[in-house]
Structures are given as structure tokens and as C-alpha cells.
């Protein structure tokens, strides 16, 4: 193998071993002994698990902060927006099992790097903005704008972490359901929403004052 060659293949074994067993459950003997070397090669092409495991990250926040971004850039109207999103994180869960099992795993090097955490608030961001003009148009507070764009992106990203392991029902179906929560939930905003309890204690001491 070629210097380059070597190193990919470090990559592709370590990303397995880091999709089955975590940072912490993964040692850079076993990625040795997978990949056929010896300890020494690991560490002259990565330095170390850290810096493997760095690279591994970079590549797989890269490649899903792509696809996600890219469904958004793409324009149109907010609910064909909202269902590109869906489904680019889904087909990247179906053809990235094991990088999105790693995104979501919890490593101190990966604060360092980037974090599942930390894409999705790169991502609310962008659709902070196109929220903040759909609310200015419909006459709604375009200050709320970042929490509802956090709102949107957490309920795709969790639903994602779900069909990791369930996978079904089929990611078109729940493309569909996303969209038809997200969707219909932000059609019939109001202006100034209030909990229904709140509203049953204020008009009870009303009626007793």
C-alpha cells in the first residue's frame, strides 16, 4: 500500500471500531490488529486515537453539514424546505450508519472537533433566518425566530437518532410525519401563545376578585 492508501484504511477501520464501541471502548491496539499493522503505523499517520478519531469526526460532520445545508440553500417553499431537510439527514443515517453513530456518541476529543450538538445549532441558524422572514411576512415576531428554528432542527435530529434503530417505518413515511407536525404546527402559530393552564388560573381569579 501507498502512504495515502495506508492511511484511508486506518480511517475506514477506525470509523467501524469507533460506530461499535465508542472513543472510550476503542483502542489503537485494535485498530492495529484489524487493519494488520503494528501499533507504530497507527501513530506515525494519526499520532495517537485522538488525532484518528479527529479526522473521523471532521469527515463526518463535513459530509452531513453538506447535505443538510445544501437542502436548504436549495430554496422554495418553507414546507418543501422543511421536507429536504428531513430527508437529507435520513439518507444520511441510511448510507452513514456508522459515521452518524459515531456523531451522536458522546467523546471529550470530540469537543475539540465538532459536535452532533454543534451541527445542529450550525444548522438552526440557517433556518433561523429563512423562519425569520416567513414570520415577518405573516405578521409574527421575527425575534422568535432562533428558538422555533431550534425547535425544528432538534425534533429532525432526535427523530433521526430514533430511526438509527427502529428503520421503519420507511424515511419517506417519516419525512411525512416530520413535515406534518412541523409544518402544520408552524401554519397555525399565534401571536402571542400562552399555556392553557395559565390562562385557566388567570380568568379563575378573575371571576373570584
Known amino acids: 500500500m501507498t502512504g495515502s492508501q495506508r492511511r484511508e484504511q486506518l480511517l475506514d477501520v477506525s470509523r467501524t471500531l469507533f460506530a461499535e464501541k465508542g472513543f472510550e471502548g476503542t483502542s489503537v491496539e485494535e485498530i492495529a490488529s484489524r487493519a494488520q499493522v503494528s501499533k507504530p503505523v497507527v501513530y506515525e499517520h494519526f499520532g495517537g486515537k485522538e488525532g484518528v478519531y479527529a479526522v473521523v469526526?471532521?469527515?463526518?460532520?463535513?459530509?452531513?453539514?453538506?447535505?443538510?445545508?445544501?437542502?436548504?440553500?436549495?430554496?422554495?417553499?418553507?414546507?418543501?424546505?422543511?421536507?429536504?431537510?428531513?430527508?437529507?439527514?435520513?439518507?444520511?443515517?441510511?448510507?452513514?450508519?456508522?459515521?452518524?453513530?459515531?456523531?451522536?456518541?458522546?467523546?471529550?476529543?470530540?469537543?475539540?472537533?465538532?459536535?452532533?450538538?454543534?451541527?445542529?445549532?450550525?444548522?438552526?441558524?440557517?433556518?433561523?433566518?429563512?423562519?425569520?422572514?416567513?414570520?415577518?411576512?405573516?405578521?409574527?415576531?421575527?425575534?422568535?425566530?432562533?428558538?422555533?428554528?431550534?425547535?425544528?432542527?432538534?425534533?429532525?435530529?432526535?427523530?433521526g437518532q430514533h430511526w438509527l434503530d427502529t428503520r421503519s417505518p420507511k424515511k419517506e413515511e417519516v419525512a411525512a410525519h416530520l413535515v406534518n407536525l412541523a409544518w402544520y404546527g408552524l401554519s397555525g402559530l399565534q401571536r402571542r401563545p400562552a399555556l392553557r393552564g395559565e390562562a385557566r388560573d388567570e380568568a379563575r381569579d378573575e371571576e373570584t376578585a
Open 57 to 159: 469526526v471532521d469527515r463526518e460532520i463535513r459530509a452531513l453539514t453538506g447535505a443538510l445545508i445544501g437542502a436548504l440553500e436549495q430554496g422554495g417553499h418553507p414546507q418543501v424546505l422543511v421536507e429536504r431537510t428531513a430527508l437529507a439527514l435520513l439518507t444520511y443515517i441510511e448510507t452513514s450508519t456508522d459515521g452518524f453513530r459515531i456523531l451522536v456518541r458522546d467523546s471529550p476529543v470530540a469537543q475539540a472537533t465538532g459536535t452532533f450538538s454543534s451541527l445542529i445549532g450550525d444548522v438552526a441558524a440557517q433556518v433561523e433566518h429563512l423562519l425569520g422572514a416567513q414570520f415577518t411576512k405573516r405578521g409574527l415576531d421575527p425575534r422568535t425566530a432562533p428558538i422555533y428554528a431550534q425547535m425544528l432542527v432538534g425534533m429532525v435530529a432526535l427523530t
